[in-house]
């Protein structure tokens, strides 16, 4: 601290000086702060089509989180249960959307549709 009060003594040390020196001795870390742009985004910004099939295997996960509940027992609202009864439009629009992007169908969506149609008996 001694050092500290005499370097602060120095003539011609600001406080613009000091406080320069301090954030230059600062460790530089990204900053999440809005700007004049906005905030920065890290990645490239997504393709619609990219956006849709996030947003379809999203849905699909949470009706397998909610048939994964079911099993267990719970009860499920209105809602989840309207969710749940969408899972096989949501699969199916999935492969149309992988489809038209690649040109080939995913196979490995057809079979889990096979067996997700014997568990939709209630």
């Known amino acids: ?9 120095k ?11 301090r954030e230059a001795a600062k460790p530089k870390t990204p900053s999440t702060e809005f ?8 990645a490239a910004p ?10 379809l295997a999203k849905k699909i996960r949470q009706c ?7 099993k267990q027992g719970a009860t499920l ?6 969710k ?8 199916a629009e999935l492969r149309a959307l992988t489809k038209e992007v690649t040109g080939e169908d995913a196979p490995e969506d057809e079979s889990e549709d096979e067996s ?6 209630e």
Do not use: C, H, I, N
């Open 116 to 121: 997700d149609d014997e568990s939709d008996d």
């Open 84 to 91: 749940l009864r969408k899972k096989m439009f949501l699969k």
């Open 64 to 70: 397998e989180e909610l048939e994964a509940k079911k």
């Open 1 to 9: 601290q001694l050092l500290k009060v005499a370097a602060d003594k």
């Open 77 to 82: 609202d209105k809602w989840q249960q309207q």
């Open 11 to 21: 003539e011609g040390m600001t406080y613009a000086k000091r406080k320069a020196m």
């Open 46 to 55: 997504k393709g619609p089509m990219e956006v849709r099939y996030r947003a």
């Open 35 to 42: 700007g004049k742009q906005g905030m920065v985004l890290k």
